[in-house]
C-alpha cells in the first residue's frame, strides 16, 4: 500500500492561517505487512536522525491504528520516499500527520472520507492553511468553527507552475511565530483583510493578473522576511520577469512564486543566477492531495 500527499504553500501573502495551496512535490510511504516494526528513508531528511525515526508519523499513526483495530500492535514496514523540504515552510509537517492518519485508516480498511481526515488533522495542527490543501489539493480558503475545518477548494489550471526557491538555511516556525505582535493597528488589519477576500476572488475565478496587488501583507511576511533579508530580493527578481505573485510560504524559509507556464524557466534562471547556494526548482501544481493506492 502507498500514501501519496502533497508539499503545501500556505498563507499566501494576506491570507495568515487561512490560504494555502498544494504542490505537485509528494512524500510517500509505502506500508507492508512485517513481522515487527521498522522504518526505512530515502530522500530530504535520511541523514537526520529524528527524521530517520520519523516518530510523528509513528506516533499518529499508532495511536489511530490501535484505536481502529481494537488495540492490535502496528507490525508493519514503513518505507519513505521523502521530497517536501523539511522546515523550510512547504508543509512537511503537515504531509506527516495528514498521511499517518489516512494510512491508518487504509491498513484497517476503515471507511473515511478526506473531510474526516482534515478534522483528525486538526487535532495535530490548529492551523488550517497547511492541512487543507494537503489533504484535498488545490487552493484552499479554510476557517474553524467549533473544533472542525471549514473549508472551500477550487482546481488549479496546469498552465500554472511554482517557482520555488529553497535557501540554503531554515526559519525557525516557533521563532518566526513570536516574532509577530501581539496587536496590529487597525489600517494593518484592514490592509491583510481585504486583500485575502480579494485574492480568495481571484483564485475562484482565474482572474491571475490581479494578484501582484492582493498578495500585499501587514500582519506577517514583511516581519518574517526581515530575519532572511536576500528573500526580498528573490520577491523583486520573480515580480520583475513575469511573476503573478511571489510570496513567503508559510512561515519560511522558502519563497513561492506563481507564474504562468512560459514563464517559470526564465524566472527560475534568473533567481539561481543570483542565489547560487540556494535551490530553485520548478513544479506543477496539485489537485488531488492526499490519496491511497493498494
Given at each position: ?35 515487527f ?122 498552465y500554472?507552475?511554482?517557482v520555488l ?54 500582519i506577517?511576511?514583511?516581519?518574517r ?45 534568473k ?14 501544481l ?9
Open positions: 500500500m502507498l500514501v501519496s500527499v502533497p508539499a503545501t504553500s500556505a498563507n499566501l501573502g494576506p491570507g495568515f492561517d487561512t490560504l494555502g495551496l498544494a504542490i505537485n512535490l509528494r512524500n510517500e510511504v509505502r506500508i507492508k505487512p512485517a513481522r516494526l521498522s522504518v526505512s528513508v530515502k530522500g530530504e531528511g535520511v541523514n537526520n536522525p529524528k527524521i530517520r525515526k520519523n516518530t510523528m508519523f509513528l506516533n499518529i499513526f499508532t495511536e489511530h491504528y490501535k484505536r481502529l483495530s481494537g488495540g492490535k500492535n502496528p507490525n508493519f514496514r514503513f518505507e519513505f520516499i521523502n521530497r517536501i523540504p523539511i522546515s523550510r515552510g512547504l508543509g512537511s509537517s503537515s504531509a506527516v500527520i495528514v498521511s499517518a492518519i489516512t494510512a491508518a485508516f487504509a491498513v484497517t480498511k476503515t471507511e473515511f472520507n478526506k473531510r474526516k481526515i482534515l478534522n483528525l488533522a486538526l487535532n495535530y495542527e490548529p492551523h488550517p492553511d497547511n492541512i487543507t490543501p494537503a489533504v484535498m489539493g488545490g487552493f484552499n480558503v479554510a476557517c474553524i468553527h467549533e473544533n472542525r475545518v471549514y473549508s472551500k477548494k477550487h482546481r488549479l489550471p496546469s500554472l507552475k511554482a526557491t529553497i535557501p540554503n538555511k531554515t526559519i525557525s516556525t516557533n521563532k518566526s511565530r513570536n516574532i509577530l505582535p501581539n496587536t496590529y493597528h487597525k489600517s494593518e488589519v484592514v490592509y491583510s483583510l481585504s486583500r485575502a477576500a480579494y485574492m480568495t476572488a481571484l483564485f475562484m475565478t482565474e482572474s491571475w493578473e490581479q494578484l501582484k496587488i492582493a498578495a500585499r501583507d501587514k506577517h511576511q514583511d516581519r522576511m526581515a530575519m532572511m533579508p536576500e528573500l526580498y530580493r528573490v520577491q523583486k527578481i520573480a515580480m520583475e520577469n513575469g511573476a503573478l505573485m511571489s510570496t513567503l510560504s508559510g512561515s519560511g524559509s522558502t519563497f513561492f512564486t506563481l507564474c504562468y507556464e512560459d514563464d517559470a524557466k526564465n524566472i527560475a534562471q533567481i539561481q543566477s543570483q542565489f547560487r547556494d540556494f535551490r530553485v526548482i520548478i513544479c506543477d496539485d489537485n488531488y492531495g492526499i490519496y491511497v493506492k493498494s
